[in-house]
C-alpha cells in the first residue's frame, strides 16, 4: 500500500499538484485512502456473498461515521487494521445469519445500552502517537454525543416495530463495536504511557 501511495504522490508530484516537500504527507494520505478503498471493497463481496446489501451498508455507516469521531484503538499495521475490521464485520454477519430475530431483539437493547454508557464516557479516545488538542478533543466528545444521540433515537424506533426489529441490531452492533475499540484504545494508551514513563525514569 505505501508503494502504491508513493507512486501516486509521486505522479502528482511530476505533475506539480503536489509540492515535493509535502511528499510525506500526501503519501500517508494515499496509504490510509488505499486501505480504506480495500476494506470497502472486501467488505462489499462479502455483502453481495451474503446477499445482506442494506444490513452492510448500514453497518458501514454506523461503524464509520462513529469510528471516524470516536477513536479508539489503532492497529499498528494496516493487515491488522483489515482482520481487525474483518473479525469484527464477520461476526455481525454470521449473528444475522444464526441468531434469530427474537434473540436479535435483546442483543440489540443490551448493546444499545452498553454502548451509549461506554461511548459517553470514554469518547473521544486518541492515540499516543497522534494526540488530540484539547479544542480537538472537546469538539469531537460532543460530536461523538450528538451522532450517538441521533443513532439511539432511530434505534429504538426500529425496537418499537416488530417489522423493523432486526435492522435495530445493524445500528446497535456498530455501536458495541466502537465502544469495545474506545475500551481496548483506552487500555494500549494506558500501557503506552506506563511504558514511556518507565523508560523517563530509567533515562534520569
Known sequence: ?????????????????????????????????????????????????????????????????????CGGYHANTHLTCFLTLMIVFGAFITMLKLIN????????????????????LLAPIDSVA???????????????????????????ILLIFQKTRYFSFCLTYPLIAVAIMLIVGYIKNLIQNSKEQKFQIVEE
Open 130 to 156: 497522534k494526540p488530540l488538542t484539547i479544542k480537538e478533543y472537546k469538539k469531537n466528545k460532543k460530536k461523538s454525543i450528538v451522532l450517538l444521540s441521533f443513532y439511539i433515537g432511530i434505534s429504538i
Open 101 to 120: 430475530v427474537i434473540y436479535l431483539f435483546y442483543i440489540s437493547i443490551g448493546c444499545l445500552v452498553l454502548a451509549s454508557i461506554i461511548i459517553c
Open 1 to 69: 500500500m505505501k508503494y502504491l501511495a508513493t507512486k501516486v504522490t509521486n505522479y502528482f508530484i511530476r505533475k506539480n499538484i503536489v509540492k515535493e516537500d509535502e511528499q510525506e504527507t500526501y503519501i500517508y494520505c494515499f496509504e490510509l485512502l488505499i486501505a480504506t478503498i480495500v476494506n470497502l471493497l472486501v467488505m462489499l463481496v462479502i455483502a453481495v456473498a451474503t446477499q445482506l446489501y442494506l444490513e452492510s451498508f448500514i453497518f458501514t455507516i454506523v461503524f464509520m461515521s462513529m469510528r471516524g469521531i
